[in-house]
């Protein structure tokens, strides 16, 4: 990554230690920039509380300050104070030094779009765990009005010369950005958009509640269509954003791989769900209280299990691989389903090479309809355990598969060098700082 240090992107683990202690988790990443974009809608101020220091919000910051709007990040506070009042056309060398760093820039189509009639999108960036097409986006614009130049020799030119309009849209498969993009693109539309096959995860409901704050017209209905009746003008919002369900279910696995004990402060029962009921089945314990919930391996033997991901209300598909790492000391087979991402299983190269048995399928093991059926990508893997982990250099090959890189150097036995580190800072936030408070012995 651009800016970043080698020497600084090590981090060297003795591992072998129950991590045990208590951690703060904040604001969901997957919702916090969606929220910072939706404040250029409203020629207003906006502030949004219990935001997360991570990387992500660093970025999406930057990319408004191009656009001319005024953010002012109070990061130990977790307060984002968004000034909107004015917007300008970023300059398209400096919004090109941004490509690479997230894939939020296509979600300023829509804001942009309605306050100055043209974005200009640079060639996005993002984790590689399989194909995140933006022609779901593309479409949707389309639909609602935009004119989409795709061969501008720096990125995607974007117009609405007749202002954008209500229309049907229907999406083939519940894509969380594309669902993202059209309640940022329709609610200042003119008339009514219908959206069908819509996403409806917890992050989304939460963007849904900060636009209705800010004025917009949308209902939900239970079929997962969305519908949006467009409004003349927006107001700026406040807001607390929803806790990072992911992050808290990772520092819940790692709590099971190394034998731990962490009490995670912020996270909340009711979007976790469907991940406590298979923590559970492995054989972990957890105690929800008022102010977060408390993870820990009870000893004795963990249960194998089978896991299908899946859209929400389904287990979520960031939640997988940190947990297949706990599932490498289960005792027994475990499979793993991947329905979400086809090329997800790519982090479980290194934990084989640090002792665990872990074998990957093209077929579908499992029952759950697979858009990867029949199709040469591994996307199902059979984890055989308990098996000791072993100390390895690693390279962080994304956020979610590095966290779980991490968890597998902690688990292991003797010294660990994980390189990229700065790949998780994307969505972890201190988690440094975390594991050191946890009795991680690390450097």
Not at 48 to 76: A, C, F, M, T, Y
Not at 94 to 103: A, I, N, P, Q, W
Not at 127 to 134: E, L, V
Request: glycine share 10%; net charge negative.
């Amino acid at each position: 990554m651009v800016g970043v240090n080698p020497e600084e992107d090590v981090l060297h683990v003795v591992g072998g230690k129950p991590l045990a202690g208590s951690i703060q988790v904040r604001g969901a990443k997957n919702f916090v920039s969606k929220a910072m974009v939706a404040a250029l809608l409203a020629p207003g101020i906006s502030v949004l509380k219990n935001v997360p220091e991570i990387r992500d919000v660093q970025v999406v910051s930057d990319l408004l300050r191009l656009h001319g709007v005024k953010v002012d990040v109070e990061p130990r506070e977790g307060v984002v104070t968004i000034d909107a009042s004015h917007v300008e056309l970023a300059d398209v060398a400096d919004v090109d030094t941004l490509s690479g760093s997230s894939r939020i820039p296509i979600l300023f189509s829509g804001p942009l779009l309605h306050r100055l009639g043209e974005a200009f999108i640079p060639a996005l960036g993002g984790c590689k765990i399989g194909s995140r097409p933006i022609d779901f986006h593309l479409e949707t614009l389309r639909k609602l009005g935009a004119k989409v130049d795709k061969e501008h020799e720096a990125g995607i030119h974007i117009t609405a010369p007749d202002g954008l309009h209500g229309a049907k849209i229907h999406l083939p498969y519940p894509s969380v950005g594309a669902t993202e993009q059209t309640l940022l693109a329709a609610v200042l539309a003119d008339g009514k958009t219908e959206l069908s096959g819509a996403a409806t995860e917890p992050e989304i409901m939460d963007l849904v509640a900060v636009l209705q704050k800010m004025g917009a017209q949308i209902s939900v209905d239970v079929d997962r269509t969305i519908r949006v009746e467009g409004v003349k003008a927006l107001k700026g919002y406040r807001h607390t954003a929803l806790p990072d369900r992911i992050e808290a279910a990772s520092w819940a696995s790692a709590a099971l791989a190394t034998h731990g004990d962490i009490f995670v402060r912020g996270a909340q029962q009711p979007d976790m769900m469907t991940f406590l009921n298979v923590f559970r089945k492995i054989g972990g314990e957890f105690d929800v209280r008022d102010d977060g919930i408390r993870f820990w391996h009870p000893g004795g033997d963990l249960k194998p299990v089978a896991i299908e991901t899946d859209v929400h209300p389904g287990f979520m598909t960031d939640w997988q691989q940190p947990l297949v790492v706990a599932l490498t000391q289960a005792k027994g087979l475990s499979i793993v389903h991947e329905t979400v991402y086809e090329n997800r299983f790519g982090f479980t190269k290194p934990l084989v090479q640090m002792g665990a048995t872990i074998q990957l399928y093209k077929e579908c093991l499992g029952s759950l309809p697979c858009r990867f059926q029949q199709r040469n990508f591994e996307h199902s893997a059979v984890i055989f355990g308990p098996t000791p982990l072993s100390g390895q250099d690693i390279d962080v090959p994304d956020l979610r598969g590095g966290f779980s890189h991490l968890i597998a150097a902690l688990t292991a036995s003797g010294p660990s060098e994980v390189h990229g580190i700065s790949l998780i800072d994307r969505g972890y936030e201190d988690f440094r700082d975390k594991l050191v408070a946890l009795g991680a012995d690390i450097d």
